[in-house]
C-alpha cells in the first residue's frame, strides 16, 4: 500500500513503523523525519505538524481503497455498498494494526488529522455510490465518521481472523445510521425549501427596488406595494 519511493510514501511507513514500535504520543517529527531519512528540513517542504502526517496517511489508505472498489451495483442497497467499502478500508489497514492502535490510543487530536478523517469518509460514501455534497452530505459524512470511528475500536480489539465482532458492530451502527439519516434527512430537504424562500424573497426584493430606482427613487403609484415573498 506505501509507496516509499516517493517522500511522502517515506514519510507515511516512518511514521507507521515508529507508531508501532512506541506510543504515538511519544513520536516526534524529528523521529519521523530522520526514519524516513529526509530529516527535519527535508520533512518540513511536506508537513508542519503530526496531524499533517495522519493527514498523508489516510489520503494513502483512501487511494488504495478507491482503486480496490468496483464500480457499485445498481442492486445493492445503499448500507451494503458501505459495508462493503469500510470492510475494505479495515482490510487496508490489517498490515498496520499496531500501528493504528498506538495512533487511536493518543487522545490528542490536530486539525489536519480531523479534516483528513472527514473527507476519507466523504471518499468512502463516493465509492459507495452515495453523493457527499450538500447539506444533506456534510451530515453523511459526519454519520458515516463517527460510525467509522466506532467499529474501528471494535476492529482494533476483534482478534477473530473473521472479523465476526466487526462485521457484526458495521452492520449494527449501519442499520441506526440508516434510520437516523432518513430522519435529519427530512429536515435537512425543509431546509433547503427554506432557503430557496428566502432566496427567492431576496431576489424579489432587490428587483423591486431596481425598479423603483429607476423611477427616480418613487414607488409607482399604478399598483399597491406587496410585502416581501407575498403570493
Not at 115 to 137: C, H, V
Not at 155 to 171: F, K, S
Amino acid at each position: 500500500m506505501i509507496d516509499e519511493t516517493t517522500p511522502r510514501g517515506r514519510i507515511v511507513g516512518a511514521a507507521l513503523a515508529l507508531a508501532a514500535e512506541k506510543p504515538w504520543r511519544d513520536v516526534t517529527l524529528r523521529d519521523i523525519g530522520e526514519r524516513a531519512g529526509l530529516g527535519l528540513t527535508g520533512l518540513r517542504e511536506y508537513v508542519q505538524a503530526k496531524g499533517d502526517v495522519l493527514a498523508l496517511l489516510a489520503r494513502a489508505i483512501d487511494d488504495e481503497v478507491l482503486s480496490k472498489m468496483a464500480p457499485p451495483a445498481a442492486e445493492d442497497g445503499k448500507r451494503d455498498r458501505l459495508f462493503e467499502v469500510l470492510m475494505a478500508r479495515l482490510d487496508v489497514l490489517a498490515p498496520f494494526k499496531d500501528a493504528i492502535r498506538s495512533i487511536v490510543a493518543d487522545a490528542s487530536t490536530e486539525p489536519a488529522a480531523i479534516r483528513a478523517m472527514l473527507a476519507s469518509q466523504g471518499w468512502m460514501l463516493q465509492a459507495a455510490g452515495i453523493d457527499s455534497g450538500g447539506i444533506e452530505g456534510g451530515v453523511k459524512v459526519a454519520g458515516l465518521t463517527s460510525v467509522y470511528a466506532s467499529v474501528l475500536r471494535t476492529w482494533l480489539d476483534d482478534d477473530d481472523p473473521g472479523l465476526a465482532r466487526t462485521m457484526a458492530a458495521l452492520d449494527r451502527r449501519l442499520r441506526r445510521g440508516e434510520r437516523t439519516l432518513s430522519a435529519v434527512g427530512d429536515a435537512s430537504r425543509t431546509v433547503k425549501r427554506i432557503g430557496e424562500g428566502l432566496a427567492s424573497i431576496i431576489s424579489g426584493r432587490g428587483t423591486r427596488a431596481a425598479n423603483a430606482a429607476g423611477d427616480g427613487g418613487r414607488p409607482s403609484s399604478a399598483a399597491p406595494s406587496e410585502p416581501p415573498g407575498a403570493v
